[in-house]
């Protein structure tokens, strides 16, 4: 039986042809054989996806017009919703509406997950639909304390995934996570300095 791989959402007979020429196609074919990228939303994934608080997200147009949208919030604000769905709450932003554009007349999307502070990123690839009618799954998305206007929820159905080796990854950190390790190291110091003038004072 003739099973297509997961892969092939980004493995075109181009891109084959190019991996063939400059010698890496073998090794992706074994991948391919063994079923290719996966597909469902495994537990290591949905943890990596509730601690992101931005992605990119990528369209096109009909005619195949590319764009890269950021996407940012909470830890949390890209919810899974089972095995195989993601969603988040679209806010009110700039109202040029070329994802929506895009999404009307071209389903298929890519997310590009990124941690700097780990050097770690995910590719997801799947289909979106915008959904306005349903106000209460809109509400479940919403992140706490968001003041800005929910105009509607965006549901991705995963058709594969795959992750990226750390090579190239500029290591940063969030300013919460920095204030947070100054902080600790303050602290830190400070009791070391109360003990050192305690044992002098003894």
Known sequence: MDITPSSNVAFSPAVKA????????????RMERRGGWRTEITPDLAGFIAATRSFYLASAS?????YIQHRGGPPGFLRVLDAETLAFADLSGNRQYITLGNLSENQRVQLFLMDYAQQRRVKIWGEA???????ALLQTLVPDGTTARAEQAIIIRVTAWDTNCHQHIPQRFDAEEVLRAITERDERIAALEVEVARLRGG
């Open 129 to 135: 639909r915008v959904v306005t009618d349903d106000p």
């Open 62 to 66: 009909a005619e195949g017009q590319p």
């Open 18 to 29: 190019i991996q063939a020429a400059r010698g890496s196609r073998e090794g992706y074919a």
